[in-house]
Structure formats: structure tokens, C-alpha cells
């Protein structure tokens, strides 16, 4: 386990701005006031599924249309003009109604608790073990808001992705993007986190689980588990949490970007070569 440790941290500290320049939280940083970042932060993890290129290009299409301040935007948003705005929206399975309705969603708990992170308290316990109960109330909370502004009518029409853009641990998800939201704003500022929120605890974060996450993990003997859900990402993190029990999801930018920037897919053993993780990877050990 202490291989392990030392690679994990190793490769902690050898993370990058070119890595940073590589990710949806780039868009964050682009911003200096707190509550800037948390607006951008909701927005930038929202649509941070599909390839890296996609998300990045799909992120550069709305942040060019929210000015010099995101948080000024939300509160002045109007949802007839965003709908004419973002009429020709699309990222995969949301369309322009969704971004508008996320736009509201954004709106409303800004106006109803001053900030996306006092709403998000609202659910939140400090003696919680991670932040499962206080997601799924999180979730709750922003689907039963008013999006009629922006539909037309009471309810979110099922026809609508909105409700994939606020997965629920009840479900099973594993809430990838909720969580990489959450390490963003709660993690201590370090160059690449943002630091902003107080009252939830680092050590009750739950690592972000996508493909590069979720097989890398297997690689390394963090989980056993074959679907990327909910009790996996809470393995992962359990495992996480015996190298550094304050602060357990420090890891994951340094190993997400092992695929995402450096190219890791188990497949091509050339990257194994110059890969940091080399000599404690069961992949590596079995080609």
C-alpha cells in the first residue's frame, strides 16, 4: 500500500496547467470573484460528459454568451431571450431548453438562498459520513423548482434531459458530475480546486467516477466493482481514504487526466513507458 501512496502523491504534485488547460474546470478560472467561479462551476461540470473536445467546444459556445460575469448574467437572465439565444444549443442529450432551465435553476437558488452553496446546505449535515443524503436533496430541491418560464407549463415535460443534469445517489448514478462539481468548490484552492465553499468537509467528498476513473481504479486495486455507479465511486473513495483520510478525492485530477490528457486506455503499453503509475498498474503487469 505504501507503493501506492507514494505514486498516488507523486503524481498528485506533478499536475499541470496544461492539464488544467485540458479540462472543463478551466472555464472557472477564467473568472476571480467567488461567486464567478461558483456560477461557472455549476454550469462547466453540468456538460462535462462526451469526449473532452466536445465539452470544451460546447462550454466555449455558452461562456461566450454569459459576458465578464456569470453570476451577473444569472441574476438578469431572462428566459424568453435565453431560448432565442440558445436556440440551436445542443451537447449530446440537452438541448437549449435545458441550459435555459439550468440557467433558472441557477436564478432561483440564488435568489432563494443568497448562493448555489447556501442552497446546497440546505440538505447538507456536517456529521454525514459523504455527501450522499445531501446530494439526493440537492437534486430534490433544484427538479422541484420552477421551470415554467422556460417550458411553458408546470412539471418538466418528460421529453426533457433537465433531470440528467441533477442524478440522485438514491438512483444508483454515480453523480460524476455533481461530484466533480463539489471537489471543485470544496476542495482547498491548490491551483487547479477552487476552494470556495466552507461547511462541507473535504474528507466527505466522493471521487467523480467516468471511464477514465473507474478503469484506472481497477488497475490499481482501488475497486472490484465492474459498474461505474454509486457503491463504486463510495470504493473508490474508501480506498482513496487510507492514503489521505482529510482530503481523499485529491487524487482524481492527476488520475482522470492519466486518460484525458496523457491518453491511458489500457490498450496502447507504449504510454506505459512514461506513465507515472507504471510499476503499481495490474495492467501494465499483465501485457
Known amino acids: 500500500m505504501s507503493d501506492i501512496r507514494s505514486a498516488l502523491d507523486a503524481l498528485y504534485a506533478s499536475r499541470s496547467l496544461l492539464h488544467l488547460d485540458n479540462d472543463p474546470l478551466s472555464f472557472c ?59 440551436r444549443f445542443k451537447h449530446r442529450f440537452n438541448d437549449g431548453r435545458d441550459l ?13 438562498a443568497g448562493s448555489v452553496q447556501a442552497f446546497f446546505l440546505k440538505g447538507h449535515s456536517a456529521t ?17 423548482l420552477d421551470y ?23 438512483s444508483g448514478s454515480a453523480c460524476k458530475r455533481l461530484c466533480m462539481l463539489l471537489r471543485w468548490v470544496v476542495r482547498p484552492t491548490d491551483g487547479i480546486d477552487l476552494g470556495l465553499w466552507n461547511g462541507i468537509a473535504p474528507a466527505q467528498l466522493i471521487i467523480p467516477v467516468d471511464t477514465h476513473i473507474s478503469r484506472i481504479s481497477r488497475y490499481l486495486g482501488l475497486t472490484r466493482r465492474n459498474s461505474a455507479d454509486w457503491r463504486m465511486a463510495q470504493e473508490i473513495t474508501a480506498a482513496l481514504s487510507s492514503f489521505d483520510p482529510a482530503d481523499p478525492v485529491k487524487y482524481d485530477f492527476s488520475l482522470a487526466h492519466l486518460g484525458i490528457s496523457d491518453g491511458c486506455d489500457g490498450k496502447d503499453m507504449s504510454r506505459c513507458i512514461s506513465c507515472q503509475i507504471a510499476p503499481i498498474c495490474r495492467q501494465n503487469r499483465t501485457k
Open 100 to 112: 435555459c432551465a439550468l440557467f433558472s435553476a441557477l436564478q432561483q437558488m440564488v435568489r432563494q
Open 128 to 144: 454525514d459520513r459523504d455527501v450522499s443524503t445531501s446530494l439526493n436533496h440537492y437534486t430534490a430541491a433544484a427538479l422541484a
Open 148 to 170: 415554467s418560464a422556460v417550458f411553458g407549463s408546470e412539471g418538466i415535460p418528460p421529453e426533457s434531459y433537465l433531470p440528467f443534469l441533477f442524478p440522485a445517489p438514491a
Open 29 to 87: 478560472h477564467r473568472y476571480h470573484d467567488p461567486l464567478d467561479q461558483e456560477i461557472a462551476a455549476v454550469i462547466a461540470s453540468s456538460f462535462a460528459y462526451g469526449s473532452i473536445a466536445i465539452i470544451l467546444r460546447t462550454l466555449e459556445t455558452v461562456f461566450s454568451e454569459l459576458g465578464r460575469s456569470p453570476r451577473n448574467f444569472i441574476e438578469h437572465f431572462n428566459p424568453g431571450s435565453g431560448l432565442r439565444t440558445f436556440s
